[in-house]
């Protein structure tokens, strides 16, 4: 009988099979935060889109630590969130196999871009959606209908929840359907909740009314696709002696004679990347205001400037919405939906409690090397130039 001639721990997680593409291009919410009723009725997630990174300098409050009150540099992920458009509201009961749909109940006014979503060929269809059910509140009996619906909610549901699409042609991502998510109303009991959710329909929601500075929250995305990839990238095996017959970097023993398949658990070949992931815990840095010409001027950097660096972030452009500064990277390349959820596990280590005050915000260009601030600094080094001195 074989045996191997030194020990080793295997290589790669089997928490994340089957490692394929996912279904899901937008980050799918299974699980939302414990309710807390003795808070107010608030929303527990938002929709956004990654606009990229850039670094920020800060100095943290950790006394004992060695960079406790020294300026450090970190890497943020800009991620633009537009206000969202609530257009629903769903009911759930609790049944012994899970939840159930009680009932929903739509807005009478629901954008072109939510109407997108529902047809595969927009042009060719005769975009016939909800249009009996707007029509229906003309002469009073959708307006009945509608209250019969949110008092059957208010009576029997267990949880409450609204649904709400993302505004992407406030964005220039060339993106005429909306995203659309379910997001669940934490806070206050079942009648506090559908009068939250019914006050909201057709109404925008920003993310500040969501999340706060400081706070710390989850990411959900489909990470970057890496197509077909061989073992030693996909898995992290060990590669083999250099004089090995048919190439190195492979699994040199799939598995024992018999039994005669290979295992579930033995690394190959194939998809890396494009999986469905979330990312515990990060912490928010900023939320800034789009129609602010200052969101990227701190306290000791008082230039006036926008989140946006010079050139525009690589392969996105030109934020011009709100967006939400996070602490380090996240799943997913620039342009994807990411979904941001409050925190499962509420953390109480000392850096999730800690409460940020940045110093500088980097906009130098992210393409090459980045020297100058804002056109006016770069203006003034560079003095007048041919471009300019019509």
Not at 20 to 25: F, L
Not at 143 to 149: C, P
Not at 378 to 384: D, I, R
Request: with cysteine; aromatic share 8%; hydrophobic share 35%.
């Amino acid at each position: 009988m074989s045996h191997r001639k030194f020990e080793a721990p295997r290589r790669g997680s089997l928490a994340y099979l089957p490692r394929k593409r996912t279904k899901k291009h937008r980050g799918k919410i299974r699980k939302f935060p414990r309710d807390d009723q003795s808070k107010e009725p608030h929303l527990t997630a938002f929709l956004g889109y990654k606009a990229g990174m850039t670094h920020i300098v800060r100095e943290p409050e950790r006394p004992g630590s060695k960079v406790h009150k020294k300026e450090i540099v970190e890497a943020v992920t800009i991620i633009e969130t537009p206000p969202m458009v609530v257009v629903g509201v769903v009911g759930y009961v609790d049944t012994p196999t899970g939840m159930r749909t009680l009932t929903t109940v739509w807005a009478q006014n629901i954008s072109q871009e939510f109407m997108r979503r529902l047809y595969k060929n927009w042009y060719r269809a005769k975009k016939k959606a909800f249009t009996k059910y707007a029509k229906s509140f003309t002469d009073g009996k959708g307006k009945e209908d509608l209250k019969r619906q949110i008092d059957k909610i208010t009576k029997y549901a267990s949880v409450v929840r609204v649904i709400a699409h993302t505004q992407v042609s406030k964005l220039n991502l060339r993106l005429k359907k909306a995203h659309i998510m379910e997001i669940q109303i934490n806070g206050g009991d079942i009648a506090a909740k559908v009068a939250f959710a019914t006050d909201l329909l057709e109404k925008p929601i920003s993310v500040d009314k969501v999340f706060e500075q400081s706070e710390m929250i989850d990411c959900i995305a489909a990470t970057k696709g890496k197509g077909f990839e061989g073992v030693t990238t996909r898995w992290g095996t060990r590669r083999l002696p250099r004089k090995t017959h048919k190439g190195l970097r492979k699994v040199a023993c799939i598995g024992a004679w018999h039994p005669a398949n290979v295992r579930f658990s033995v690394p190959r070949a194939g998809q890396n990347g494009y999986h469905h992931r979330t990312e515990l815990n990060k912490k928010v840095y900023r939320i800034g205001k789009g129609a602010d010409p200052k969101n990227a001027t701190t306290e000791f950097d008082l230039t006036q400037k926008t989140i946006t660096p010079m050139g525009g972030f690589p392969h996105y452009g030109v934020v011009t919405q709100d967006f939400v500064m996070i602490k380090g990277c996240c799943p997913g390349v620039r342009k994807r939906p990411i979904t941001l959820r409050k925190a499962l596990f509420s953390s109480t280590k000392r850096a999730a409690l800690e409460k940020i005050s940045l110093k500088f915000i980097d906009t130098s260009s992210k393409f090459g090397h980045g020297r100058f601030q804002t056109e006016e600094e770069k203006a003034k080094h560079m003095g007048t130039v041919k471009k300019t001195a019509k």
